[in-house]
């Protein structure tokens, strides 16, 4: 599977779109991009995913590049409540031994 | 539903100790997962099930062991506990009709197991 590549940390101001930014250069054509978040220590929660089209869904938009080298994850009015570390992922579907999340991006939303 | 359940929520071991992490889900999911989170990392897959009776290893197996009795449960063995075992372990399932895969895992609340 290929690996990922995201910024440790970032800021929002509430209410602001977050941009999410993750680099998958290495990514193969039967790869999809997951997004998961982790607010707290809590488990994971699933937020999206998408294969190569943009894809929308009441928490998110997952934007892929054409050459889906890279996708952004996009929160479109963030609120207090969605800080948290945003992991992305990219495996093959039915590749249930490898599904790594790396150290993802903290994402600090402040008033 | 009460989702994924899982029991303890913390725990102290001494070395050497053993103990069992119980986990459970109420969704019928077909498969289920355990994984473990060092502190500042992201999560790393200790042992995966495709259904029931049927186990398989992941990326951190050593010193774990499964067994997937019913859809419902999926214990995780620890023998013989290691400082290196200290971490938080999380459990999750996710449900594919068609066997070639899932999209979403669900996570349950996480166990603080310390070794010392």
């Known amino acids: 599977d290929a690996k990922t590549t995201q910024p440790p940390s970032m800021d929002c101001a509430e209410g602001r779109a977050a941009n999410l930014p993750c680099n998958h250069s290495?990514?193969?054509?039967?790869?999809?991009v997951y997004w998961y978040r982790q607010i707290h220590s809590q488990g994971p929660q699933y937020i999206i995913h998408?294969?190569?089209n943009n894809e929308t869904n009441e928490m998110a938009s997952l934007i892929i590049t054409e050459d889906r080298k890279s996708s952004t994850l996009i929160l479109p009015h963030a609120t207090l409540r969605d800080t948290a570390v945003y992991y992305c992922?990219?495996?093959?579907?039915?590749?249930?031994?490898?599904?790594?999340f790396g150290s993802g991006t903290k994402l600090n939303v402040k008033p | 539903n009460a989702g994924v359940t899982q029991t303890p929520k913390f725990r102290i071991l001494k070395i050497g100790q053993s103990m069992t992490l119980q986990c459970a889900q109420d969704m019928n999911h077909n498969y289920m997962y355990w994984y473990r989170q060092d502190p500042g990392m992201g999560l790393k897959l200790i042992y995966y099930s495709v259904g029931a009776g049927i186990t398989d290893k992941g990326e951190v197996p050593n010193g774990y062991n499964v067994s997937r009795s019913t859809t419902e449960d999926f214990p995780l063995r620890l023998e013989l506990a290691a400082p290196s075992q200290t971490s938080v372990y999380f459990c999750a399932s996710s449900y594919s009709p068609s066997g070639l895969g899932f999209y979403e895992q669900y996570f349950g609340p996480g166990t603080r197991l310390t070794v010392t």
């Open positions: 290495t990514i193969s054509g039967n790869e999809y």
């Open positions: 992922i990219v495996r093959v579907v039915h590749n249930f031994n490898k599904f790594y």
């Open positions: 998408g294969l190569k």
